[in-house]
């Protein structure tokens, strides 16, 4: 069991269309993580939050819209996105804050393709 | 900007071969991790190396952290095709901060 579950597992939209995406945690963590990772390019943190508290924003563009409504949930309310925005969104988990001694549990990620 | 070069970037070896791979940086890390990656899979963790020097021996894989906690490598010794897959490393630092490789991916053909 991976302890993190990404919905939906690939999505299609076009550039007008609103989505979201949904990551839950079933590993009592206090700190989860969006990713994008595109082809070519090395894995990118987007956001991070802490105990609900969002403590990270990597420069993202606001077409991207995170929410942690407990610390067991995150979304990725998306809008308006280009076809460059296509790639896989991960989510991730883990206990802590401190990046040196935390250990990520990745979900299985949700494969987006902007049309 | 950080940046963490890895190389190779593809790798496709016949079973029972050992190989290589290098985590690269001009930045310093708190920690470095290495993940592997399967297809329609999120990264999983596979050790992460905290002191300048260290040594960790995962079955037939082998992470060291170079001194200057600048650089790390994944030796894999006799490679099977389990071993298939896209393998990164991330540097830690600060709180929340990771950045990750370019990636190395590899094949082991039986």
């Known amino acids: 069991e991976t302890g993190v579950t990404q919905t939906p597992r690939h999505l299609v939209m076009g550039m007008t269309n609103k989505k979201s995406l949904k990551c839950e945690q079933h590993?009592?963590?206090?700190?989860m993580y969006w990713y994008k990772q595109s082809a070519k390019k090395p894995l990118e943190l987007m956001f991070v939050?802490?105990?609900?508290?969002?403590?990270e924003n990597n420069s993202v563009p606001s077409r991207f819209s995170p929410e942690c409504p407990n610390s067991s949930h995150l979304f990725l309310h998306l809008h308006t996105l280009q076809p460059e925005d296509s790639a896989l969104y991960l989510c991730?988990?883990?206990?802590?804050?401190?990046?040196?001694?935390?250990?990520?549990?990745f979900g299985p990620g949700t494969r987006l393709l902007v049309l | 900007t950080q940046l963490l070069e890895q190389s190779p970037q593809f790798l496709s070896i016949q079973e029972g071969e050992n190989l290589t791979v290098y985590c690269n940086s001009s930045?310093?890390?708190?920690?470095l991790q290495w993940y592997r990656q399967e297809p329609g899979e999120g990264p999983v963790l596979l050790v992460t190396?905290?002191?300048?020097?260290e040594v960790k021996k995962l079955k037939r894989l082998t992470f060291q952290f170079g001194d200057a906690r600048k650089d790390s490598s994944l030796h894999i010794t006799a490679a099977q095709p389990g071993d298939t897959g896209l393998y990164l490393c991330?540097?830690?630092?600060?709180?929340?901060?990771?950045?990750f490789g370019t990636g190395t991916r590899l094949k082991v053909l039986a």
């Open positions: 991330a540097g830690a630092y600060g709180t929340y901060k990771y950045i």
């Open positions: 930045s310093v890390f708190s920690s």
């Open positions: 939050y802490s105990l609900e508290e969002r403590v």
């Open positions: 991730a988990s883990s206990q802590g804050d401190r990046a040196s001694q935390e250990t990520q549990y």
């Open positions: 190396v905290v002191t300048g020097g």
């Open positions: 590993l009592g963590h206090n700190a």
